[in-house]
C-alpha cells in the first residue's frame, strides 16, 4: 500500500487557503522600509536600520512604531500623522509575487480563499489596486482583531467564518510569526521562500502549489 505524503494529506482535506499579505502575496520589505522611514523622518530621526527591518515586516504598526521609537511621546505623534496618511503613495514600491494571480485563479470556485495579515486600514485598497479583491472571500487584518499574529484570533476568526476544522486549511506565510500562528491553531503551513521555518511544505514559488491544488478540486 502507497504511504500518503504530506502532500496528499493535504489536497484530500483542502477547502480554505490562507494567505499572508506582505512577503507573500507581495514583495513589500522596499515599501515597509520606505514607508517607516519616512514617518522617522519626519520626527527627525534616521532611517531604519538594516537590523531593524525584519521586525517591521512582520507587525502591525502600532508595534513596529513602537520597537522604531520607543517613546511614547514620539509615539503619539507619529500616531497622529498617520490619521491622514496616503498609505496608497507605497503602492508603486510592492511587486506581486510570480504566480500569484494564477494560482488564485485555480483556486476560486473550489475552495475558499482568505488573508490572515498583520497589516492594517491599508489590505483592502491594496488588494482593490493590484486586482486581486474580487479572488478573497475574507480578510482579517490587525485593525480587525483585538491581538495581531501570532496570536490566534486571527485564524481563529477565519475558521468560524468558514465553519471548518483546522485540517481543511492551508496558510502560506513567510515568517516566524506566521509559524507560530499555524502550529498554535493547528492548521497546516506552508513557508513561502523561507526554508528556515518549520512546516509542512516549503514553497518556492507558488508553480510548487499547483498540483496539491489541481489534486484537491
Same mark, same amino acid.
Given at each position: 500500500?502507497?504511504?500518503?505524503?504530506?502532500?496528499?494529506? @493535504?489536497?484530500?482535506?483542502?477547502?480554505?487557503?490562507?494567505?499572508?499579505?506582505? +512577503?507573500?502575496?507581495?514583495?513589500?520589505?522596499?515599501?515597509?522600509?520606505?514607508?517607516?522611514?519616512?514617518?522617522?523622518?519626519?520626527? +527627525?530621526?534616521?532611517?531604519?536600520?538594516?537590523?531593524?527591518?525584519?521586525?517591521?515586516?512582520?507587525?502591525?504598526?502600532?508595534?513596529?512604531?513602537?520597537?522604531?521609537?520607543?517613546?511614547? $511621546?514620539?509615539?503619539?505623534?507619529?500616531?497622529?500623522?498617520?490619521? $491622514?496618511? $496616503?498609505?496608497?503613495?507605497?503602492?508603486?514600491?510592492?511587486?506581486?509575487?510570480?504566480?500569484?494571480?494564477?494560482?488564485?485563479?485555480?483556486?476560486? +470556485?473550489?475552495?475558499?480563499? !482568505?488573508? !490572515?495579515?498583520?497589516?492594517?486600514?491599508?489590505?483592502?485598497?491594496?488588494? &482593490?489596486?493590484?486586482?486581486?479583491?474580487?479572488?478573497?472571500?475574507?480578510?482579517?487584518? !490587525?485593525?480587525?482583531?483585538?491581538?495581531?499574529?501570532?496570536?490566534?484570533?486571527?485564524?481563529? %476568526? @477565519?475558521?468560524?467564518?468558514?465553519? &471548518?476544522?483546522?485540517?481543511?486549511?492551508?496558510? @502560506? +506565510? #513567510?515568517?516566524? &510569526?506566521?509559524?507560530?500562528?499555524?502550529?498554535?491553531?493547528?492548521?497546516?503551513?506552508? !513557508?513561502?521562500?523561507?526554508? %528556515?521555518?518549520?512546516?509542512?511544505?516549503?514553497?518556492?514559488?507558488?508553480? #510548487?502549489?499547483?498540483?496539491?491544488?489541481?489534486?484537491?478540486?
Amino acid at each position: 500500500m502507497k504511504t500518503k505524503t504530506t502532500h496528499d494529506m @493535504i489536497s484530500a482535506s483542502l477547502e480554505v487557503l490562507v494567505f499572508d499579505c506582505d +512577503g507573500v502575496l507581495f514583495d513589500s520589505r522596499k515599501a515597509n522600509t520606505r514607508f517607516y522611514s519616512g514617518i522617522l523622518e519626519h520626527l +527627525g530621526k534616521p532611517p531604519v536600520r538594516p537590523d531593524q527591518e525584519e521586525y517591521i515586516h512582520m507587525h502591525p504598526v502600532r508595534e513596529s512604531l513602537q520597537y522604531l521609537l520607543q517613546c511614547p $511621546n514620539l509615539f503619539r505623534e507619529a500616531w497622529k500623522y498617520l490619521e $491622514n496618511f $496616503n498609505f496608497s503613495s507605497f503602492n508603486q514600491y510592492l511587486h506581486k509575487e510570480p504566480g500569484l494571480e494564477e494560482l488564485l485563479q485555480l483556486a476560486k +470556485g473550489s475552495m475558499r480563499i !482568505a488573508m !490572515a495579515t498583520n497589516r492594517t486600514v491599508s489590505t483592502r485598497e491594496l488588494l &482593490v489596486h493590484f486586482d486581486l479583491d474580487m479572488f478573497f472571500d475574507l480578510v482579517v487584518c !490587525a485593525s480587525d482583531v483585538e491581538k495581531p499574529k501570532p496570536h490566534p484570533e486571527i485564524m481563529e %476568526r @477565519i475558521l468560524h467564518s468558514f465553519s &471548518v476544522t483546522p485540517e481543511k486549511v492551508l496558510f @502560506i +506565510g #513567510d515568517s516566524p &510569526v506566521d509559524e507560530e500562528l499555524a502550529w498554535s491553531t493547528g492548521v497546516f503551513f506552508a !513557508a513561502y521562500k523561507n526554508p %528556515r521555518l518549520k512546516a509542512h511544505l516549503h514553497l518556492n514559488h507558488f508553480e #510548487d502549489l499547483k498540483p496539491i491544488i489541481a489534486n484537491g478540486k
